[in-house]
């Protein structure tokens, strides 16, 4: 099938927007605003008010561009507001949840919605954090864990692949082979080992006291797949446990104590970078997020709001806020680097205090030159944490 990923800018000239104008074109909108001199006032192009002179008119790329010139928002369409691309995206989210197992194109999709396939493809990204590409690849993962998960009795079946080749059917992957090359970055992990909620899959552990509290490390084959802090070791195995359901746990401390070291060493102020290797699967959203996290330097922090426009993402705060909350590498991680625009911690998957005590440790002790020398030891798979 055909995509229209790739599709030119709609509305690109003067002439093209003033006839958009013209007739009202509720395609248009987001595309570009314009301002009526004899007025003061910039409105959307759909907007009903009446159609002024075409030599009192001129055109902008942003609101913020209108503003700068000294324009007002109309009370009547308010251009400045998310009303009416929010209605858009509902439409087009819609659109794509009534027909799971269909691989819609832009073009299909902007025809639905009544939107230039350039400006879906903008608004989309902007609001949502994904494309549409991406979000259909995201419903798919969803309905391929529902289809495996409806066929985990079927236990003959399923060590036969039958249950998995419906699955994949279901899910709208066309074929296995599809499924196998394409569900490792939309699943997490590959179907069957979804499906036997990590059952094979060997995972060693070991718990720790550290001045944060106590710390829990797990990895399998591929690297470290949970770090996480509590007040005491039963929690944190009963939540391992939980969470990683069929999975072969084996508790090791010789195996885990590479690790465990840096963490301590880390903690206490003599390191400032961690060398682990890590098995995170994620979505393509959440990983850029990860990676933005990786990124941001010892001792600093930064928003919500900074992380999403460093992803070039300014509207998709709360799906950065969302991939920070859904992060289980303490650390290594480092999602307890971003706050609130005020200044305020917000949450920490394991406490504020925690948090609080991080930053203020990392801020204090600033650069130090800490080495980030360390073991490449590998045992583990945070793809199960997907399944969890």
């Known amino acids: 099938m055909q995509s229209t990923y790739l599709s030119e800018p709609a509305y690109a000239t003067d002439d093209e927007r003033w006839s958009a104008v013209l007739s009202h074109d509720a395609r248009a909108d987001g595309a570009f605003f314009y301002g009526v001199a004899t007025t003061g006032v910039f409105c959307r192009p759909s907007c009903a008010s009446r159609v002024p002179r075409r030599q009192n008119v001129a055109f902008f790329e942003t609101v913020d561009a209108a503003r700068a010139a000294g324009y007002r928002e109309c009370k009547r369409c308010q251009p400045g507001g998310l009303p009416r691309e929010l209605a858009i995206i509902e439409r087009a989210c819609a659109a794509l949840d009534a027909a799971p197992d269909t691989r819609m194109t832009l073009a299909q999709l902007s025809e639905v919605v009544h939107v230039s396939p350039f400006h879906l493809q903008r608004l989309f990204t902007r609001v949502i954090g994904l494309s549409p590409r991406q979000y259909q690849a995201a419903r798919r993962g969803g309905a391929l864990r529902d289809a495996l998960q409806r066929g985990g009795a079927l236990r003959d079946a399923l060590q036969r692949g039958g249950a998995v080749t419906r699955a994949a059917v279901d899910a709208g992957f066309g074929s296995p082979s599809r499924l196998y090359s394409n569900v490792p970055n939309e699943l997490g992990m590959t179907p069957s080992a979804y499906r036997k909620k990590g059952a094979g899959v060997a995972v060693h552990y070991a718990c720790a006291e550290t001045p944060l509290g106590h710390v829990l490390v797990a990895a399998t084959d591929k690297g470290i797949c949970r770090i996480a802090f509590g007040d005491d070791d039963a929690t944190l195995i009963d939540e391992l446990r939980r969470t990683l359901a069929h999975a072969e746990l084996h508790e090791d401390a010789a195996r885990m104590a590479p690790f465990i070291a840096q963490i301590d060493a880390y903690l206490n102020g003599s390191r400032e970078t961690f060398d682990l290797p890590l098995d995170v699967a994620a979505t393509a959203f959440r990983q850029r997020v990860w990676d933005a996290l990786r990124r941001i330097p010892y001792g600093e922090t930064r928003t919500y709001t900074e992380i999403a426009e460093a992803l070039g993402e300014p509207r998709s705060v709360r799906a950065v806020a969302s991939a920070c909350a859904s992060n289980r590498i303490a650390l290594a991680i480092p ?54």
């Open 335 to 388: 999602c307890h680097r971003v706050i609130q625009k005020s200044g305020a911690l917000a949450g920490y998957r394991w406490g504020l205090p925690r948090k609080a005590v991080l930053l203020e440790a990392e801020a204090r002790r600033g650069t130090t030159g800490a080495t980030s020398a360390g073991t490449d030891t590998g045992t583990g798979s945070a793809e199960l944490d997907d399944a969890a």
